[in-house]
T-cell receptor, first 112, second 113 residues
């Protein structure tokens, strides 16, 4: 399968723990996006990469959130010192420049 | 003001009717628009995209774009119960010069058999 792959699908963590969410985009896709989706809401933009360059991180809620894509392929979204309000589905999408996005299945994060 | 706005619904239509979903955007520089369908617990899937003013048809779906009015719509003809989902409108190039995509909050559609 050549789709966007996200792992883990589900993550439960205790408040204060650090978590790392992985996104493996479609091969050759230059653009990579992270979104946060709360229940009943649309996806909220977090950050955008073009290859390895993080061109926009204006949507990251706080300095506890950090994303990287060091080789321009796989990306990791890290959340430090998790809080209950971080509970959400985290979606990753990739695309060619200017083309429609392809979404992964998401990671459902629950903070206890 | 949100950059992409939609009525949250729920919108209910009888089976076989036309469902009309609307979206407005604030940035005149937006280049292209996308409609995604999202079933509960699933990730968004692309239905239509539109770049130019006017209508674009694909099967039972028609997307309409009016850049002067900053308005995008999606019409679903012969609505089926399987069309019941949340429909997300997204705009690309919103307030940036690069490949940023911003989503609206989504409209929940319910097709009543």
């Amino acid at each position: 399968g050549a789709g966007v792959s996200q792992s883990p699908r589900y993550k439960v963590a205790k408040r204060g723990q650090d978590v790392a969410l992985r996104c493996d985009p479609i091969s050759g896709h230059v653009s990579l996006f992270w979104y946060q989706q709360a229940l009943g809401q649309g996806p909220e933009f977090l950050t955008y990469f073009q290859n390895e360059a993080q061109l926009d991180k204006s949507g990251l809620p706080s300095d506890r959130f950090f994303a990287e894509r060091p080789e321009g392929s796989v990306s990791t979204l890290k959340i430090q010192r998790t809080q209950q309000e971080d509970s959400a589905v985290y979606l990753c999408a990739s695309s060619l420049i200017g083309q429609p996005q392809h979404f992964g299945d998401g990671t459902r994060l629950s903070i206890l | 003001q949100k950059e992409v706005e939609q009525n949250s619904g729920p919108l209910s239509v009888p089976e076989g009717a036309i469902a009309s979903l609307n979206c407005t955007y604030s940035d005149r520089g937006s280049q292209s628009f996308f409609w995604y369908r999202q079933y509960s617990g699933k990730s968004p899937e692309l239905i239509m995209f539109i770049y130019s003013n006017g209508d674009k048809e694909d099967g039972r779906f028609t997307a309409q774009l009016n850049k002067a009015s900053q308005y995008v719509s999606l019409l679903i003809r012969d609505s089926q119960p399987s069309d019941s989902a949340t429909y997300l409108c997204a705009g690309r190039g919103v307030k940036t010069s690069y490949d940023k995509v911003i989503f609206g909050p989504g409209t929940s559609l319910s097709v009543i058999p």
